[in-house]
């Protein structure tokens, strides 16, 4: 198997500017690559393309001429034994991956994908259990409204959480013990059948009257949620720019920031003639924001609350793919996005790229912890 790596910009610089590579994928962003990352200091580094649609064609960038082989060429004529890979490629890059895993000569080779190197990617070092005097109670809610069945992948989520926390008490929210009817942002959206969006009011509700962590339910479980609970009040980035609660926060009983978010409802209007509404993250950042939390995906601790960069809760971002499972990463959330409309969602075969990503990124993570 090729070895996949995600990295910041910085670190895939330094392996395009002193290392050989081949690419796979000659076509658009093959030349968004060019553009971007290839000079005349590294042009030289560039071995060939591969692409099956192209063969035997050449590509003039900065003078040079960039060879472009099939796969079974290259195979049989390949003389450099030090070398990476990078996809450049956008909609097929798992293929890609899946093909290089079959032939010996790329076995554990640097793999990177381009479309997936993040800018805001930080290596960042913190510790995930703090020191706090409080602890938050091990009990997992969750919210499911409309009265349909949990689809099977979100309840391989639900399952994780048994797995991992096989000593939480876990709670699900519906109509049979919960009134949507006691907030009008709440109601309105229920009766609009936006069912991403009634739990906006109702986890801050839950989690203020009752205590413990919520999970939306895409969110799933790699180890368990106890290196969490020493702490007042935690919540998680999802990127650069959001805290996003989806992606499971925690609290004690009556914790006062969440009051904070929870009175925000109070004035809001749920007014799907609009368009899409806005989306929950952007209320929670604003309100963390005027607490003094710095909005840049840092591991940040103030007296009442822990905000974890996104490596923590999403490895996985909703318009692309986000920092990457670490050794920090705790659950990953999957981003179902009931609340988008679908023509606004990321197209199919990207989103599939995503999950297939980070199937392969988890398993290779936890093989080498």
């Given at each position: 198997?090729?070895?996949?790596?995600?990295?910041g910009?910085?670190?895939?610089?330094?392996?395009?500017k002193?290392?050989?590579?081949?690419?796979?994928?000659?076509?658009?962003r093959?030349?968004?690559?060019?553009?971007?990352?290839?000079?005349?200091?590294n042009?030289?580094?560039?071995?060939c393309?591969?692409?099956?649609?192209?063969?035997?064609?050449?590509?003039?960038?900065?003078?040079?001429?960039?060879?472009?082989?099939?796969?079974?060429?290259?195979?049989?004529?390949?003389?450099?034994?030090?070398?990476?890979?990078?996809?450049?490629?956008?909609?097929?890059?798992?293929?890609?991956?899946g093909?290089?895993?079959?032939?010996?000569?790329?076995?554990?080779?640097?793999?990177?994908?381009?479309?997936?190197?993040?800018?805001?990617?930080?290596?960042?070092?913190?510790?995930?259990?703090?020191?706090?005097?409080?602890?938050?109670?091990?009990?997992?809610?969750?919210?499911?409204?409309?009265?349909?069945?949990?689809?099977?992948?979100?309840?391989?989520?639900?399952?994780?959480?048994?797995?991992?926390?096989?000593?939480y008490?876990?709670?699900?929210?519906?109509?049979?013990?919960?009134?949507?009817?006691?907030?009008?942002?709440?109601?309105?959206?229920?009766?609009?059948q936006?069912?991403?969006?009634?739990?906006d009011?109702?986890?801050?509700?839950?989690?203020?009257?009752?205590?413990?962590?919520?999970?939306?339910?895409?969110?799933?479980?790699?180890?368990?949620?106890?290196?969490?609970?020493?702490?007042?009040?935690?919540?998680?980035?999802?990127d650069?720019?959001?805290?996003?609660?989806?992606?499971?926060?925690?609290?004690?009983?009556?914790?006062?920031?969440?009051?904070?978010?929870?009175?925000?409802?109070?004035?809001?209007?749920?007014?799907?003639?609009?368009?899409?509404?806005?989306?929950?993250?952007v209320?929670?950042?604003?309100?963390?924001?005027?607490?003094?939390?710095?909005?840049?995906?840092?591991?940040?601790?103030?007296?009442?609350?822990t905000?974890?960069?996104?490596?923590?809760?999403?490895?996985?971002?909703f318009?692309?793919?986000?920092?990457?499972?670490?050794?920090?990463?705790?659950?990953?959330?999957h981003?179902?996005?009931?609340?988008?409309?679908?023509?606004?969602?990321?197209?199919?075969?990207?989103?599939?790229?995503?999950?297939?990503?980070?199937?392969?990124?988890?398993?290779?993570?936890?093989?080498k912890?």
């Amino acid at each position: 198997m090729v070895d996949l790596i995600h990295c910041g910009k910085k670190d895939f610089a330094d392996q395009v500017k002193n290392r050989k590579f081949v690419c796979f994928g000659a076509g658009k962003r093959f030349l968004k690559f060019l553009k971007y990352w290839v000079s005349e200091e590294n042009i030289n580094n560039i071995l060939c393309v591969i692409d099956q649609n192209k063969v035997n064609e050449k590509m003039e960038y900065l003078d040079k001429d960039i060879p472009i082989y099939n796969m079974e060429y290259f195979i049989s004529n390949n003389q450099c034994d030090d070398f990476i890979l990078i996809i450049t490629n956008l909609y097929d890059c798992m293929e890609i991956v899946g093909t290089l895993d079959q032939y010996a000569l790329f076995n554990d080779k640097i793999c990177f994908i381009e479309y997936i190197i993040d800018d805001g990617y930080q290596g960042q070092t913190f510790n995930l259990t703090t020191d706090s005097a409080s602890e938050i109670d091990k009990i997992i809610h969750y919210c499911w409204f409309g009265g349909t069945e949990i689809p099977g992948n979100l309840q391989k989520c639900i399952d994780s959480w048994k797995k991992y926390c096989p000593d939480y008490k876990i709670i699900r929210w519906d109509e049979s013990n919960y009134d949507v009817a006691q907030n009008r942002y709440m109601k309105d959206a229920y009766d609009a059948q936006k069912w991403g969006f009634v739990p906006d009011f109702a986890r801050l509700d839950i989690i203020y009257n009752h205590g413990g962590i919520y999970l939306d339910t895409d969110v799933e479980l790699i180890k368990s949620l106890d290196v969490l609970r020493k702490n007042e009040m935690y919540c998680g980035f999802e990127d650069n720019h959001y805290v996003n609660l989806g992606l499971g926060f925690g609290a004690v009983k009556g914790h006062g920031l969440i009051k904070r978010m929870l009175d925000m409802y109070d004035d809001l209007i749920f007014d799907i003639r609009c368009g899409n509404p806005t989306a929950s993250p952007v209320y929670q950042t604003q309100v963390l924001s005027e607490e003094g939390i710095q909005i840049n995906n840092t591991f940040q601790r103030m007296e009442n609350v822990t905000v974890y960069p996104s490596e923590v809760l999403s490895p996985i971002g909703f318009r692309r793919i986000g920092s990457g499972v670490t050794r920090n990463t705790v659950s990953i959330h999957h981003y179902d996005a009931s609340w988008v409309e679908d023509r606004l969602k990321n197209k199919e075969n990207l989103k599939k790229n995503k999950d297939r990503y980070f199937q392969r990124a988890k398993n290779v993570f936890l093989n080498k912890s």
